[in-house]
């Protein structure tokens, strides 16, 4: 098991490339089914939730590796 704040300090690397998304922002969370659905990192250029480029990477927990 693994708590959202270790989760959190993780590193986010795309396997199609190995470029470095960033580091998980947040959590999408199926409460019905208590499953985690998505992580959210945020995109580039957003820093503490300031200055954002309006993007974000939601990644499908199904996708993780």
Same mark, same amino acid.
């Given at each position: 098991?693994?708590?959202?704040?270790?989760?959190?300090? #993780?590193?986010?690397?795309?396997?199609?490339?190995?470029? #470095?998304?960033?580091?998980?922002?947040?959590?999408?969370?199926?409460?019905?089914?208590?499953?985690?659905?998505?992580?959210?990192?945020?995109?580039?250029?957003?820093?503490?939730?300031?200055?954002?480029?309006?993007?974000?990477?939601?990644?499908?927990?199904?996708?993780?590796?």
């Amino acid at each position: 098991m693994i708590k959202i704040s270790e989760l959190q300090a #993780k590193d986010v690397v795309s396997i199609s490339d190995g470029r #470095k998304l960033g580091q998980i922002q947040d959590v999408e969370l199926d409460l019905r089914n208590g499953v985690v659905k998505a992580i959210i990192v945020p995109g580039e250029g957003k820093w503490f939730g300031l200055l954002s480029s309006g993007h974000e990477w939601v990644i499908p927990w199904d996708q993780i590796v």
